[in-house]
C-alpha cells in the first residue's frame, strides 16, 4: 500500500512540475514581448527626435535599439527595426567627428539590415557611403549598381548623364570621389 501511495505521490509532483514550468514559461515570454515593446518604444522616441535635429538623442536611439535587438535575441525577427536602427548607425558614422569604432560599427548592422530589406535603397546608398568612408570602394560600387540596375531608387541617385559616367563610375577605384565631404 505505501508504495501505490509514494507513485501517485512522484506522479503529482511531476505534473505540477510540469504545469509549474509551463506557466513560468507564459509569464516570462509575455513579460520579455512587453519589455522588448517599451525599448522598441523608447529607440523609436529617441530616434524620431534625432531626426528633428537634436543630434544628442542620436547616441540615446542607438544604445535604445541595441538594448532592444539584445534583449529581443533570435526572436527579433524585426526588419523593420532593424533597418531603423542601421539608418541611426549609419547616421552617426557619416557625421563629421564620428569614431573609427562608430563607423566599423555601423557597417555590419547596415549590410545585415540592407540583406533584409532589399528594397529600401536610403539604407543601401548610407551603405555605400559609409563603405566608401572606411575605403571599401569595390563593396560601395556593388551597392550602388544594384541601385542603379533598380527601377525604384526612388530618385536618390542623380539621373544618368547621356555618356554614361553616372555616380557608380564616380565612386573611386583607390580614393577620392563622390562622398568626400
Not at 503529482?12 to 525599448?39: C, E, F, N, P, Q
Request: charged fraction near 30%.
Amino acid at each position: 500500500m505505501k508504495l501505490q501511495h509514494r507513485y501517485l505521490l512522484l506522479a503529482v509532483l511531476a505534473v505540477t512540475g510540469v504545469v509549474g514550468m509551463a506557466v513560468g514559461y507564459r509569464l516570462w515570454r509575455d513579460r520579455v514581448a512587453r519589455s522588448t515593446a517599451i525599448l522598441r518604444d523608447e529607440a523609436r522616441r529617441y530616434g524620431d527626435q534625432s531626426d528633428h535635429g537634436d543630434h544628442g538623442d542620436i547616441d540615446k536611439a542607438i544604445q535604445a535599439y541595441a538594448h532592444y535587438m539584445e534583449y529581443a535575441g533570435t526572436r527579433a525577427d524585426d526588419r523593420v527595426a532593424l533597418a531603423e536602427y542601421a539608418a541611426l548607425l549609419g547616421e552617426r558614422a557619416c557625421q563629421p567627428g564620428s569614431t573609427n569604432r562608430q563607423v566599423s560599427d555601423a557597417v555590419p548592422v547596415l549590410e545585415d539590415a540592407s540583406r533584409k530589406n532589399p528594397d529600401d535603397h536610403r539604407l543601401r546608398l548610407r551603405l555605400a557611403e559609409v563603405l566608401v568612408r572606411i575605403r571599401r570602394y569595390a563593396n560601395a560600387r556593388e551597392h550602388l549598381e544594384v541601385m542603379r540596375q533598380s527601377s525604384r531608387d526612388h530618385g536618390l541617385l542623380p539621373a544618368e548623364p547621356a555618356g554614361g559616367t553616372g555616380v557608380v563610375e564616380k565612386v573611386p577605384e583607390h580614393g577620392g570621389g563622390w562622398f568626400d565631404r
